[in-house]
Nanobody, 120 residues
């Protein structure tokens, strides 16, 4: 069974920084991509940033220049460095893993979510 363990959320003042981590474990044959999504109260879940197995990255326009997604060398842990945080960044942040299992089947797994609150 594949699991994601997230950490790093919390309360921060506007202009501050946080770093989120997400570690994947279990029967993963190969990672296709990992990413971060967020959902604010009353809103739909939205893409924040993703990183592919090849190292390519995509960041939402709303976070470009402020957030950066990276991964470790093994490719099973991703990080989201969040700088210059704004109140509108307040949301539950979810890690997502898209991977292939040993049967060649593609799967999605979501983390449990971590709360990020930006407030003075």
């Amino acid at each position: 069974q594949v699991q994601l363990e997230e950490s790093g959320g919390g309360l921060v003042q506007p202009g501050g920084s946080l770093r989120l981590s997400c570690a994947a474990s279990g029967s993963i044959f190969s990672v296709n991509y990992m990413g971060w999504y967020r959902q604010a109260p009353g809103q739909q879940r939205e893409l924040v940033a993703v990183i592919t197995n090849g190292g390519g990255t995509t960041h939402a326009d709303s976070v470009k220049g402020r957030f950066t997604i990276t991964r470790d060398n093994a490719g099973n842990t991703v990080y989201l460095q969040m700088n210059s945080l704004k109140p509108e960044d307040t949301a539950v942040y979810y890690c997502k893993l898209n991977y292939y299992n040993k049967y060649g089947l593609r799967n999605d797994v979501w983390g449990q979510g971590t709360q990020v609150t930006v407030s003075s």
